[in-house]
């Protein structure tokens, strides 16, 4: 990318406290030549960019992104093409959830102290 810097996730001991567990859904298009991807999960700094990236590296375009914020919830929706501008197989939907997932997730330190 062009230098773009990503501060930190702030470590919350409160972040715990409303539980937000990443959720990934294909819906079925209208068109053949794009997916639409819903996705939920905790929003942070550099959340839309990472989702991008993860598009990016599965070898996806992206067409359009929707983004909301309730809370603490992104709730994001993105219209996902192949390079030939061909809506995702269901293998090609399996390797995009993969990596959203692993975005979404939040790492062990930034959880909720007991």
Request: glycine share 6%; charged share 25%; net charge positive.
């Amino acid at each position: 990318m062009s230098g773009l810097t990503i501060p930190d996730q702030i470590k919350s001991k409160r972040a715990g406290a409303i539980p937000v567990k990443p959720k990934v859904t294909f819906h079925e298009s209208a068109s053949n030549t794009s997916t639409i991807v819903e996705l939920q999960g905790r929003d942070r700094p550099g959340l839309l960019h990472a989702l991008s990236v993860a598009i990016s590296e599965c070898g996806f375009d992206l067409l359009s992104a929707h983004i909301e914020v309730v809370g603490t919830t992104a709730i994001d929706t993105f219209y996902v093409t192949t390079k030939d501008k061909l809506a995702l197989t269901a293998a090609e939907q399996k390797l995009l959830k993969a990596s959203f997932v692993k975005v979404l997730k939040i790492k062990k330190s930034h959880k909720a102290a007991a």
